[in-house]
């Protein structure tokens, strides 16, 4: 059974990045698809933007463990998202504007307020 050449792609990325599993590549790019079905029309998003996107999907699927999860795939930052992304990009999986830098994914939210000080633990 032959792997498709994203799967190899993501698997190379994560052995040549040991910092990120693969499912955190994996996990960006269904955020980045997420927010982009729920756009009119799809276009270029922003670093704050996709960071958004990969919280409010972690936390949609993860509840109280989307820290831990994603923690657990190495990204304990928005600047741990830029460098997943920005990593796809030098592989040739996304693509990025001129103007897009890593920096645009720096200190955009804590993890422990998103995650814990502002998750809606009822009561």
Known sequence: ???S???DVLG???LRNPRYAEAAYLFVLEALHHRLLQ?????HLTGA???ESVRDLALERFGPLARTVLQHW????????GNVVFLLVESGVLIKEPTDTPEDFEDLFSFEEAFETSYPWGG
Do not use: K, Q
């Open 12 to 14: 190379r990325l994560a």
């Open 49 to 51: 933007e996709l960071a």
């Open 74 to 81: 190495g990204i304990h930052s928005t600047s741990d998202m």
């Open 39 to 43: 756009l009119e029309r799809p276009r």
């Open 1 to 3: 059974m032959s792997s």
């Open 5 to 7: 050449p994203t799967a």
